[in-house]
Protein backbone atom coordinates (compact mmCIF):
# COMPACT_ATOMS: atom_id res chain seq x y z
CA UNK A 1 0.00 0.00 0.00
CA UNK A 2 1.73 3.47 -0.90
CA UNK A 3 2.04 6.01 1.84
CA UNK A 4 -0.95 8.32 0.29
CA UNK A 5 -3.02 5.39 0.54
CA UNK A 6 -2.31 4.37 3.95
CA UNK A 7 -2.69 7.54 5.46
CA UNK A 8 -6.60 7.87 3.42
CA UNK A 9 -7.35 4.79 5.40
CA UNK A 10 -5.77 5.86 8.82
CA UNK A 11 -7.55 8.65 8.32
CA UNK A 12 -10.97 7.28 7.45
CA UNK A 13 -10.32 5.08 10.90
CA UNK A 14 -9.71 8.42 12.68
CA UNK A 15 -12.76 10.29 11.80
CA UNK A 16 -14.53 7.28 12.07
CA UNK A 17 -13.94 7.33 15.80
CA UNK A 18 -14.41 11.05 16.50
CA UNK A 19 -17.88 10.99 14.35
CA UNK A 20 -19.02 7.90 17.01
CA UNK A 21 -17.26 9.83 20.43
CA UNK A 22 -18.49 13.07 19.49
CA UNK A 23 -22.07 14.27 20.17
CA UNK A 24 -24.38 14.48 16.50
CA UNK A 25 -24.59 17.57 15.26
CA UNK A 26 -28.58 17.28 15.76
CA UNK A 27 -28.41 16.64 19.15
CA UNK A 28 -29.19 19.34 21.91
CA UNK A 29 -27.64 21.74 21.87
CA UNK A 30 -27.08 21.82 18.43
CA UNK A 31 -24.75 25.02 18.37
CA UNK A 32 -22.35 23.46 19.81
CA UNK A 33 -22.06 20.07 18.38
CA UNK A 34 -21.88 22.04 15.28
CA UNK A 35 -19.03 24.04 16.68
CA UNK A 36 -16.96 21.26 17.76
CA UNK A 37 -17.83 19.53 14.38
CA UNK A 38 -16.91 22.35 11.91
CA UNK A 39 -13.52 22.51 13.68
CA UNK A 40 -13.12 18.77 14.12
CA UNK A 41 -13.71 17.61 10.57
CA UNK A 42 -12.34 20.45 8.70
CA UNK A 43 -9.75 18.30 6.77
CA UNK A 44 -6.69 18.32 9.54
CA UNK A 45 -4.13 15.83 8.51
CA UNK A 46 -5.08 13.92 11.84
CA UNK A 47 -0.92 13.19 12.77
CA UNK A 48 -1.66 12.92 16.13
CA UNK A 49 -4.01 10.13 16.29
CA UNK A 50 -1.86 8.14 12.99
CA UNK A 51 1.68 8.63 15.09
CA UNK A 52 -0.58 7.02 18.22
CA UNK A 53 -1.92 4.43 15.74
CA UNK A 54 1.36 3.37 14.59
CA UNK A 55 3.46 3.37 17.35
CA UNK A 56 0.64 0.83 18.97
CA UNK A 57 1.06 -1.21 15.88
CA UNK A 58 4.78 -1.15 16.14
CA UNK A 59 4.25 -2.38 19.50
CA UNK A 60 2.20 -5.19 18.76
CA UNK A 61 -0.55 -7.01 16.37
CA UNK A 62 -3.08 -6.91 18.39
CA UNK A 63 -4.76 -3.08 17.72
CA UNK A 64 -8.42 -3.26 17.69
CA UNK A 65 -9.74 -0.16 19.03
CA UNK A 66 -6.34 2.17 19.07
CA UNK A 67 -8.46 4.76 16.84
CA UNK A 68 -10.74 5.63 20.12
CA UNK A 69 -7.89 6.34 22.55
CA UNK A 70 -5.97 8.17 19.24
CA UNK A 71 -8.89 10.18 18.39
CA UNK A 72 -8.73 11.92 22.02
CA UNK A 73 -5.20 13.56 20.74
CA UNK A 74 -7.25 15.04 17.73
CA UNK A 75 -9.77 16.52 20.11
CA UNK A 76 -6.98 17.72 22.50
CA UNK A 77 -4.97 19.58 19.48
CA UNK A 78 -8.94 20.89 17.79
CA UNK A 79 -9.58 22.39 21.17
CA UNK A 80 -6.13 24.15 21.55
CA UNK A 81 -6.26 25.51 17.83
CA UNK A 82 -9.64 26.81 18.20
CA UNK A 83 -8.65 28.62 21.62
CA UNK A 84 -5.52 29.98 20.06
CA UNK A 85 -6.70 31.21 17.16
CA UNK A 86 -9.11 33.84 19.51
CA UNK A 87 -8.78 37.10 18.87
CA UNK A 88 -7.18 37.36 22.45
CA UNK A 89 -4.79 35.33 21.66
CA UNK A 90 -3.60 35.10 18.01
CA UNK A 91 -6.67 36.50 16.25
CA UNK A 92 -6.71 34.57 13.27
CA UNK A 93 -9.34 34.68 10.88
CA UNK A 94 -8.19 31.65 8.74
CA UNK A 95 -7.73 27.94 9.69
CA UNK A 96 -7.49 24.66 7.14
CA UNK A 97 -8.28 27.10 4.71
CA UNK A 98 -11.59 28.12 6.36
CA UNK A 99 -13.19 30.41 8.54
CA UNK A 100 -12.03 30.14 12.19
CA UNK A 101 -14.26 28.28 14.52
CA UNK A 102 -14.73 32.24 16.31
CA UNK A 103 -16.19 33.94 12.75
CA UNK A 104 -18.30 30.94 12.13
CA UNK A 105 -19.93 30.76 15.76
CA UNK A 106 -19.12 33.69 17.48
CA UNK A 107 -16.90 34.21 20.41
CA UNK A 108 -18.37 32.55 23.20
CA UNK A 109 -19.51 29.63 21.39
CA UNK A 110 -15.90 29.49 20.44
CA UNK A 111 -14.64 29.40 23.93
CA UNK A 112 -17.00 26.80 25.03
CA UNK A 113 -16.62 24.56 22.05
CA UNK A 114 -12.86 24.31 22.50
CA UNK A 115 -13.80 23.63 26.51
CA UNK A 116 -16.16 20.89 25.48
CA UNK A 117 -13.80 18.61 23.34
CA UNK A 118 -11.10 19.21 25.80
CA UNK A 119 -13.94 17.84 28.71
CA UNK A 120 -15.14 14.96 25.68
CA UNK A 121 -11.37 13.84 25.42
CA UNK A 122 -11.50 12.42 28.95
CA UNK A 123 -14.66 11.24 28.66
CA UNK A 124 -13.90 9.30 26.16
CA UNK A 125 -10.65 7.51 27.65
CA UNK A 126 -12.86 6.96 30.72
CA UNK A 127 -15.53 5.18 28.99
CA UNK A 128 -12.92 3.47 26.04
CA UNK A 129 -13.91 -0.42 26.25
CA UNK A 130 -10.34 -1.47 24.68
CA UNK A 131 -8.11 -0.57 27.65
CA UNK A 132 -8.07 -2.40 31.43
CA UNK A 133 -8.57 0.50 34.12
CA UNK A 134 -4.54 0.39 34.85
CA UNK A 135 -3.73 1.70 30.85
CA UNK A 136 -6.47 4.12 31.27
CA UNK A 137 -5.18 5.89 34.39
CA UNK A 138 -1.82 5.91 32.41
CA UNK A 139 -3.87 7.14 29.55
CA UNK A 140 -5.13 9.88 31.21
CA UNK A 141 -2.17 11.22 32.77
CA UNK A 142 -0.29 11.50 29.60
CA UNK A 143 -3.13 13.39 28.18
CA UNK A 144 -3.35 15.68 30.96
CA UNK A 145 0.14 16.38 31.55
CA UNK A 146 0.95 16.58 27.80
CA UNK A 147 -1.81 19.39 27.71
CA UNK A 148 -0.96 21.29 31.16
CA UNK A 149 1.30 24.13 32.44
CA UNK A 150 4.21 22.34 33.15
CA UNK A 151 6.36 21.33 30.55
CA UNK A 152 2.90 20.83 28.19
CA UNK A 153 1.02 22.59 25.90
CA UNK A 154 -0.10 25.72 27.85
CA UNK A 155 2.74 26.55 28.99
CA UNK A 156 4.32 26.54 25.87
CA UNK A 157 1.16 28.44 24.28
CA UNK A 158 2.12 30.56 27.44
CA UNK A 159 5.68 31.26 26.84
CA UNK A 160 5.10 31.87 23.12
CA UNK A 161 2.73 34.52 23.87
CA UNK A 162 5.16 35.72 26.55
CA UNK A 163 8.00 35.43 24.54
CA UNK A 164 6.48 37.85 21.57
CA UNK A 165 8.81 40.83 20.86
CA UNK A 166 11.78 39.24 23.00
CA UNK A 167 15.10 38.90 21.46
CA UNK A 168 15.57 35.54 19.55
CA UNK A 169 16.85 33.07 22.57
CA UNK A 170 17.87 29.59 21.65
CA UNK A 171 17.27 28.08 24.74
CA UNK A 172 14.00 29.59 24.88
CA UNK A 173 13.01 28.42 21.56
CA UNK A 174 13.58 25.12 22.23
CA UNK A 175 11.43 25.03 25.41
CA UNK A 176 8.48 26.83 24.28
CA UNK A 177 8.58 24.10 21.51
CA UNK A 178 9.06 21.24 23.52
CA UNK A 179 6.23 22.21 25.40
CA UNK A 180 3.92 23.92 22.94
CA UNK A 181 3.49 21.05 20.19
CA UNK A 182 6.30 18.24 21.46
CA UNK A 183 4.54 17.40 24.22
CA UNK A 184 1.35 16.15 22.17
CA UNK A 185 3.01 15.09 19.58
CA UNK A 186 5.23 12.55 22.25
CA UNK A 187 2.39 11.48 24.41
CA UNK A 188 0.74 10.57 21.13
CA UNK A 189 3.47 7.93 20.57
CA UNK A 190 3.48 7.00 24.06
CA UNK A 191 -0.43 6.37 24.29
CA UNK A 192 0.16 4.30 21.64
CA UNK A 193 2.56 2.29 23.46
CA UNK A 194 0.36 1.77 26.59
CA UNK A 195 -2.62 1.09 24.33
CA UNK A 196 -0.11 -1.71 23.20
CA UNK A 197 1.30 -3.08 26.13
CA UNK A 198 4.62 -1.98 25.30
CA UNK A 199 7.32 -2.76 27.47
CA UNK A 200 9.39 0.11 29.13
CA UNK A 201 12.20 -0.47 26.58
CA UNK A 202 9.59 0.16 23.70
CA UNK A 203 8.25 2.72 25.40
CA UNK A 204 10.72 5.24 25.81
CA UNK A 205 12.39 4.58 22.39
CA UNK A 206 8.95 5.44 20.95
CA UNK A 207 8.64 8.57 23.28
CA UNK A 208 12.35 9.40 22.36
CA UNK A 209 11.28 9.20 18.58
CA UNK A 210 8.27 11.41 19.58
CA UNK A 211 10.57 13.98 20.97
CA UNK A 212 12.22 14.29 17.87
CA UNK A 213 9.46 13.65 15.28
CA UNK A 214 8.07 16.24 17.08
CA UNK A 215 10.62 19.20 17.05
CA UNK A 216 11.12 18.42 13.44
CA UNK A 217 7.19 19.03 12.91
CA UNK A 218 7.77 22.72 14.65
CA UNK A 219 11.26 23.37 12.63
CA UNK A 220 8.80 22.80 9.58
CA UNK A 221 5.83 24.53 10.85
CA UNK A 222 7.78 27.54 11.74
CA UNK A 223 9.95 27.10 8.05
CA UNK A 224 6.50 26.84 6.10
CA UNK A 225 5.18 30.09 7.73
CA UNK A 226 7.96 31.86 6.26
CA UNK A 227 8.13 30.11 3.02
CA UNK A 228 4.74 29.25 1.84
CA UNK A 229 1.49 31.07 1.11
CA UNK A 230 -1.45 31.46 3.17
CA UNK A 231 -3.32 29.53 -0.01
CA UNK A 232 -0.49 26.76 0.22
CA UNK A 233 -0.72 26.60 4.16
CA UNK A 234 -4.18 27.18 4.02
CA UNK A 235 -4.07 29.37 7.43
CA UNK A 236 -2.59 32.98 7.64
CA UNK A 237 1.50 32.73 6.35
CA UNK A 238 4.06 35.14 7.97
CA UNK A 239 2.15 35.43 10.93
CA UNK A 240 5.04 34.36 13.07
CA UNK A 241 7.13 37.37 11.80
CA UNK A 242 4.19 39.95 12.11
CA UNK A 243 3.68 38.60 15.52
CA UNK A 244 7.76 39.16 16.31
CA UNK A 245 7.28 35.38 17.18
CA UNK A 246 10.78 33.38 18.65
CA UNK A 247 11.05 30.60 15.93
CA UNK A 248 13.82 28.61 14.76
CA UNK A 249 13.99 31.00 11.00
CA UNK A 250 14.02 33.90 13.58
CA UNK A 251 17.07 32.59 15.83
CA UNK A 252 18.67 30.46 13.55
CA UNK A 253 17.76 31.46 9.46
CA UNK A 254 16.10 29.57 7.00
CA UNK A 255 18.97 27.12 5.65
CA UNK A 256 20.24 26.13 9.44
CA UNK A 257 16.60 25.56 10.15
CA UNK A 258 16.35 23.25 7.58
CA UNK A 259 19.60 21.28 8.32
CA UNK A 260 18.23 20.83 11.96
CA UNK A 261 14.83 19.73 10.93
CA UNK A 262 16.90 16.66 9.23
CA UNK A 263 18.94 16.19 12.15
CA UNK A 264 16.14 15.43 14.15
CA UNK A 265 14.21 13.45 11.30
CA UNK A 266 17.92 11.57 11.43
CA UNK A 267 17.09 11.23 15.36
CA UNK A 268 13.54 10.19 15.14
CA UNK A 269 14.73 6.66 12.56
CA UNK A 270 17.88 6.16 15.07
CA UNK A 271 15.00 5.66 17.97
CA UNK A 272 13.46 3.55 15.99
CA UNK A 273 16.20 0.76 15.26
CA UNK A 274 15.36 -1.53 18.34
CA UNK A 275 11.87 -2.13 16.06
CA UNK A 276 13.35 -3.18 12.76
CA UNK A 277 11.11 -3.35 9.63
CA UNK A 278 7.61 -3.32 12.01
CA UNK A 279 8.53 0.52 12.32
CA UNK A 280 8.42 1.23 8.57
CA UNK A 281 5.51 3.43 8.51
CA UNK A 282 6.63 5.50 11.84
CA UNK A 283 9.67 6.02 9.81
CA UNK A 284 7.76 7.16 6.60
CA UNK A 285 5.84 9.50 9.13
CA UNK A 286 9.09 11.18 10.42
CA UNK A 287 9.99 11.65 6.73
CA UNK A 288 6.40 13.05 5.83
CA UNK A 289 6.92 15.44 8.13
CA UNK A 290 9.87 17.10 7.33
CA UNK A 291 9.04 16.80 3.90
CA UNK A 292 5.30 18.49 4.02
CA UNK A 293 4.21 21.45 2.55
CA UNK A 294 1.41 22.77 4.23
CA UNK B 1 -18.49 21.26 66.75
CA UNK B 2 -20.87 24.34 65.61
CA UNK B 3 -21.57 24.41 61.44
CA UNK B 4 -19.43 27.15 61.62
CA UNK B 5 -17.03 25.53 62.92
CA UNK B 6 -16.85 22.87 60.63
CA UNK B 7 -17.24 24.75 57.41
CA UNK B 8 -14.27 26.30 58.17
CA UNK B 9 -11.95 22.77 58.99
CA UNK B 10 -13.49 21.63 55.46
CA UNK B 11 -12.40 24.68 53.90
CA UNK B 12 -9.25 24.33 55.20
CA UNK B 13 -8.81 20.73 53.93
CA UNK B 14 -10.00 21.59 50.76
CA UNK B 15 -7.73 24.30 50.16
CA UNK B 16 -4.70 22.47 51.24
CA UNK B 17 -5.34 19.92 49.17
CA UNK B 18 -5.84 22.73 46.05
CA UNK B 19 -2.33 23.64 47.13
CA UNK B 20 -0.80 20.70 46.56
CA UNK B 21 -1.90 19.71 43.29
CA UNK B 22 -1.36 23.22 41.57
CA UNK B 23 1.58 24.47 40.93
CA UNK B 24 3.23 26.55 42.91
CA UNK B 25 3.17 30.29 41.78
CA UNK B 26 6.60 30.61 41.09
CA UNK B 27 6.80 27.51 38.90
CA UNK B 28 7.09 28.45 35.42
CA UNK B 29 5.73 29.66 33.58
CA UNK B 30 4.82 31.58 36.41
CA UNK B 31 1.83 34.10 34.57
CA UNK B 32 -0.81 31.07 34.05
CA UNK B 33 0.24 29.34 37.79
CA UNK B 34 -0.50 33.18 39.26
CA UNK B 35 -3.35 33.94 37.36
CA UNK B 36 -4.51 30.08 38.09
CA UNK B 37 -4.20 30.66 41.94
CA UNK B 38 -5.51 34.38 41.74
CA UNK B 39 -8.91 32.79 41.18
CA UNK B 40 -8.74 29.58 43.33
CA UNK B 41 -7.77 31.14 46.42
CA UNK B 42 -10.17 33.83 45.98
CA UNK B 43 -12.73 33.35 48.93
CA UNK B 44 -14.90 30.49 47.67
CA UNK B 45 -17.53 28.95 49.95
CA UNK B 46 -15.77 25.27 48.50
CA UNK B 47 -19.49 23.98 48.68
CA UNK B 48 -18.86 21.44 45.78
CA UNK B 49 -15.78 20.07 47.72
CA UNK B 50 -17.62 19.89 51.20
CA UNK B 51 -20.59 17.94 49.79
CA UNK B 52 -18.41 15.52 47.75
CA UNK B 53 -16.60 14.98 51.32
CA UNK B 54 -19.50 14.56 52.84
CA UNK B 55 -21.22 12.02 51.22
CA UNK B 56 -18.05 10.08 51.59
CA UNK B 57 -18.50 10.66 55.25
CA UNK B 58 -22.35 9.44 55.33
CA UNK B 59 -20.99 5.63 53.34
CA UNK B 60 -18.17 5.41 55.34
CA UNK B 61 -15.97 5.81 58.18
CA UNK B 62 -12.23 5.69 56.36
CA UNK B 63 -12.42 8.66 54.10
CA UNK B 64 -8.51 9.79 53.95
CA UNK B 65 -7.55 11.40 50.49
CA UNK B 66 -11.37 12.09 49.46
CA UNK B 67 -10.06 15.80 49.63
CA UNK B 68 -7.85 15.40 46.56
CA UNK B 69 -10.86 13.77 44.73
CA UNK B 70 -13.35 16.94 46.16
CA UNK B 71 -10.45 19.70 45.23
CA UNK B 72 -11.01 18.51 40.86
CA UNK B 73 -14.62 19.77 41.79
CA UNK B 74 -13.38 22.69 42.49
CA UNK B 75 -10.61 22.77 40.14
CA UNK B 76 -13.20 22.63 37.43
CA UNK B 77 -16.02 24.95 38.97
CA UNK B 78 -13.23 27.55 39.19
CA UNK B 79 -12.66 27.44 35.35
CA UNK B 80 -16.00 27.79 34.51
CA UNK B 81 -16.37 31.17 36.43
CA UNK B 82 -12.85 32.34 34.79
CA UNK B 83 -14.42 31.27 31.09
CA UNK B 84 -17.73 32.31 32.11
CA UNK B 85 -16.64 36.38 33.36
CA UNK B 86 -15.04 36.89 29.81
CA UNK B 87 -16.07 39.60 27.59
CA UNK B 88 -17.49 36.97 25.34
CA UNK B 89 -19.92 35.54 27.86
CA UNK B 90 -21.21 37.22 30.78
CA UNK B 91 -18.38 40.45 30.81
CA UNK B 92 -18.15 41.07 34.28
CA UNK B 93 -15.70 42.66 36.40
CA UNK B 94 -16.10 41.75 40.08
CA UNK B 95 -16.13 38.15 41.32
CA UNK B 96 -16.12 37.27 44.80
CA UNK B 97 -15.31 40.68 45.83
CA UNK B 98 -12.16 41.09 43.27
CA UNK B 99 -11.53 42.06 39.80
CA UNK B 100 -12.41 39.32 37.68
CA UNK B 101 -9.30 36.86 36.42
CA UNK B 102 -8.98 38.93 32.75
CA UNK B 103 -9.17 42.45 34.26
CA UNK B 104 -6.34 41.51 36.31
CA UNK B 105 -4.50 39.19 33.91
CA UNK B 106 -5.66 39.87 30.76
CA UNK B 107 -7.98 38.00 28.10
CA UNK B 108 -5.64 35.49 26.64
CA UNK B 109 -4.16 34.15 30.16
CA UNK B 110 -7.73 33.99 31.61
CA UNK B 111 -8.74 31.59 28.48
CA UNK B 112 -5.80 29.70 28.88
CA UNK B 113 -5.93 29.68 33.20
CA UNK B 114 -9.25 28.03 32.28
CA UNK B 115 -8.19 25.60 29.90
CA UNK B 116 -5.07 24.65 32.64
CA UNK B 117 -7.80 24.51 35.48
CA UNK B 118 -9.75 21.69 33.57
CA UNK B 119 -6.76 20.48 32.48
CA UNK B 120 -5.72 19.89 35.97
CA UNK B 121 -8.56 18.55 37.34
CA UNK B 122 -8.14 15.43 34.75
CA UNK B 123 -4.42 15.24 35.97
CA UNK B 124 -5.22 14.94 39.64
CA UNK B 125 -8.10 12.00 39.07
CA UNK B 126 -5.37 10.49 36.83
CA UNK B 127 -2.63 11.05 39.96
CA UNK B 128 -4.32 10.06 43.38
CA UNK B 129 -3.10 7.33 45.32
CA UNK B 130 -6.45 6.46 47.63
CA UNK B 131 -8.29 5.40 44.97
CA UNK B 132 -8.18 2.35 42.95
CA UNK B 133 -8.23 2.19 38.66
CA UNK B 134 -11.99 1.37 38.66
CA UNK B 135 -13.05 3.80 41.02
CA UNK B 136 -10.53 6.37 39.23
CA UNK B 137 -12.01 5.37 35.74
CA UNK B 138 -16.06 6.05 37.12
CA UNK B 139 -14.14 9.32 38.88
CA UNK B 140 -12.94 10.47 35.30
CA UNK B 141 -16.13 9.82 34.07
CA UNK B 142 -18.59 11.71 36.77
CA UNK B 143 -16.59 14.65 36.32
CA UNK B 144 -15.95 14.66 32.63
CA UNK B 145 -19.44 13.86 31.87
CA UNK B 146 -20.93 16.38 34.50
CA UNK B 147 -18.77 19.23 33.02
CA UNK B 148 -19.97 18.46 29.49
CA UNK B 149 -22.55 19.32 26.59
CA UNK B 150 -24.68 16.88 27.15
CA UNK B 151 -26.99 17.70 30.07
CA UNK B 152 -23.68 18.87 32.05
CA UNK B 153 -22.37 22.49 32.87
CA UNK B 154 -21.03 23.44 29.05
CA UNK B 155 -24.83 22.16 27.61
CA UNK B 156 -26.15 24.68 30.29
CA UNK B 157 -24.18 26.86 29.87
CA UNK B 158 -25.01 26.94 26.12
CA UNK B 159 -28.91 27.08 26.86
CA UNK B 160 -28.18 30.14 29.29
CA UNK B 161 -26.65 31.78 26.35
CA UNK B 162 -29.03 30.58 24.24
CA UNK B 163 -32.47 31.35 26.18
CA UNK B 164 -31.21 35.33 26.60
CA UNK B 165 -34.23 37.45 25.61
CA UNK B 166 -36.48 34.52 24.99
CA UNK B 167 -40.03 34.06 26.92
CA UNK B 168 -39.48 32.77 30.00
CA UNK B 169 -40.39 29.05 29.57
CA UNK B 170 -40.36 26.60 32.85
CA UNK B 171 -39.11 23.80 31.22
CA UNK B 172 -36.37 25.21 29.42
CA UNK B 173 -35.60 27.02 32.81
CA UNK B 174 -35.46 23.62 34.46
CA UNK B 175 -33.67 21.88 31.82
CA UNK B 176 -30.61 25.04 32.00
CA UNK B 177 -30.18 24.81 35.48
CA UNK B 178 -30.12 20.94 35.98
CA UNK B 179 -27.21 21.28 33.54
CA UNK B 180 -25.66 24.31 34.25
CA UNK B 181 -25.14 24.19 38.52
CA UNK B 182 -26.98 20.93 38.69
CA UNK B 183 -24.81 18.30 37.00
CA UNK B 184 -21.47 19.07 38.72
CA UNK B 185 -23.30 19.63 42.62
CA UNK B 186 -24.81 16.20 41.60
CA UNK B 187 -21.34 14.98 40.65
CA UNK B 188 -19.46 16.16 43.99
CA UNK B 189 -22.08 13.80 45.40
CA UNK B 190 -21.74 10.74 43.89
CA UNK B 191 -18.06 11.24 43.07
CA UNK B 192 -17.89 11.21 47.10
CA UNK B 193 -19.95 8.12 47.07
CA UNK B 194 -17.86 6.25 44.47
CA UNK B 195 -14.47 7.28 46.64
CA UNK B 196 -16.44 6.16 49.50
CA UNK B 197 -17.26 2.68 47.53
CA UNK B 198 -21.20 2.85 48.42
CA UNK B 199 -23.51 0.60 47.15
CA UNK B 200 -25.75 1.16 44.54
CA UNK B 201 -28.56 2.23 46.70
CA UNK B 202 -25.88 4.47 48.45
CA UNK B 203 -25.18 6.12 45.30
CA UNK B 204 -28.87 6.66 44.39
CA UNK B 205 -29.23 8.00 47.13
CA UNK B 206 -26.74 10.87 47.44
CA UNK B 207 -27.66 11.68 43.58
CA UNK B 208 -30.82 12.11 44.35
CA UNK B 209 -29.97 14.70 47.14
CA UNK B 210 -27.58 16.27 45.01
CA UNK B 211 -30.53 16.72 42.39
CA UNK B 212 -32.70 18.67 44.83
CA UNK B 213 -29.90 20.60 46.77
CA UNK B 214 -28.64 21.47 43.19
CA UNK B 215 -31.70 22.89 42.04
CA UNK B 216 -32.34 24.84 45.43
CA UNK B 217 -29.04 26.26 45.39
CA UNK B 218 -29.61 27.54 41.52
CA UNK B 219 -33.04 29.06 42.74
CA UNK B 220 -31.62 30.69 45.46
CA UNK B 221 -28.92 31.99 43.26
CA UNK B 222 -31.84 33.69 40.99
CA UNK B 223 -33.03 35.12 44.17
CA UNK B 224 -29.91 36.26 45.79
CA UNK B 225 -29.26 37.95 42.10
CA UNK B 226 -32.71 39.91 42.61
CA UNK B 227 -33.00 40.92 46.37
CA UNK B 228 -29.07 41.55 47.21
CA UNK B 229 -26.28 44.39 46.42
CA UNK B 230 -23.26 43.76 44.33
CA UNK B 231 -21.76 44.39 47.92
CA UNK B 232 -23.02 42.23 49.49
CA UNK B 233 -22.61 38.97 46.89
CA UNK B 234 -19.04 39.94 45.62
CA UNK B 235 -20.29 40.33 42.26
CA UNK B 236 -22.48 42.25 40.04
CA UNK B 237 -26.29 41.84 41.32
CA UNK B 238 -29.23 42.61 38.78
CA UNK B 239 -27.58 41.29 36.15
CA UNK B 240 -29.76 38.29 35.14
CA UNK B 241 -32.68 40.83 35.11
CA UNK B 242 -30.16 42.83 32.54
CA UNK B 243 -28.93 40.57 30.57
CA UNK B 244 -32.73 39.06 30.46
CA UNK B 245 -31.81 35.39 31.29
CA UNK B 246 -34.29 32.85 31.92
CA UNK B 247 -34.32 32.74 35.40
CA UNK B 248 -37.15 31.45 38.42
CA UNK B 249 -37.66 35.24 39.64
CA UNK B 250 -38.26 35.76 35.91
CA UNK B 251 -40.65 32.53 35.63
CA UNK B 252 -42.33 32.09 38.76
CA UNK B 253 -41.84 35.38 40.83
CA UNK B 254 -40.24 35.84 43.59
CA UNK B 255 -42.25 34.08 46.33
CA UNK B 256 -43.09 31.30 44.50
CA UNK B 257 -39.49 30.70 43.59
CA UNK B 258 -38.41 31.21 47.16
CA UNK B 259 -41.35 28.17 47.72
CA UNK B 260 -40.22 25.86 45.29
CA UNK B 261 -36.62 26.20 47.06
CA UNK B 262 -38.01 25.10 50.58
CA UNK B 263 -39.80 22.41 48.56
CA UNK B 264 -36.38 21.26 47.23
CA UNK B 265 -34.67 21.71 50.58
CA UNK B 266 -37.33 18.85 52.07
CA UNK B 267 -36.78 16.83 49.19
CA UNK B 268 -33.23 16.87 49.88
CA UNK B 269 -33.82 15.93 53.12
CA UNK B 270 -35.79 13.04 52.13
CA UNK B 271 -33.18 11.46 49.86
CA UNK B 272 -31.35 11.28 53.33
CA UNK B 273 -33.93 9.08 55.02
CA UNK B 274 -31.76 5.65 55.18
CA UNK B 275 -28.48 7.22 56.25
CA UNK B 276 -30.07 8.14 59.21
CA UNK B 277 -27.95 10.63 61.76
CA UNK B 278 -24.71 9.96 59.58
CA UNK B 279 -26.20 12.25 57.17
CA UNK B 280 -26.53 15.17 59.64
CA UNK B 281 -24.38 17.51 58.15
CA UNK B 282 -25.30 16.95 54.33
CA UNK B 283 -28.52 17.87 55.82
CA UNK B 284 -27.26 21.70 57.50
CA UNK B 285 -25.64 21.45 53.85
CA UNK B 286 -28.71 21.73 52.27
CA UNK B 287 -30.33 24.25 54.93
CA UNK B 288 -27.32 26.40 54.32
CA UNK B 289 -28.10 26.08 50.48
CA UNK B 290 -31.60 27.58 50.64
CA UNK B 291 -30.47 30.28 53.81
CA UNK B 292 -27.41 31.50 52.38
CA UNK B 293 -27.22 35.41 51.88
CA UNK B 294 -24.44 35.37 49.24
Redesign the interface.
Known sequence: MSLKEYLAGQTRLVDSALNRWV?DAE???R???RA?RYSLFAGGKRIRPILCIEAARTVSDETAGVEDVACTLELIHT?SLI?DD?P??DNDDLRRGRPTCHKIF????A??A???L???A??V???LECV???Q???L??E???A????G?M??G???D??GEGKPPDPLLLESIHRAKTGALLRASLRMGAIFAGADQAAYDALSCFGEHAGLAFQIVDDLLDVEQSSEQLGKTAGKDAAQHKITFPAVYGVERSHAMAERERLLAHAALERFGPRAARLRELADLIVQRKA
Open positions: PAPPIIHMYHLALGEAMILGDALTLFQLARDDRRARVDLATSGTVGIGQVNLE
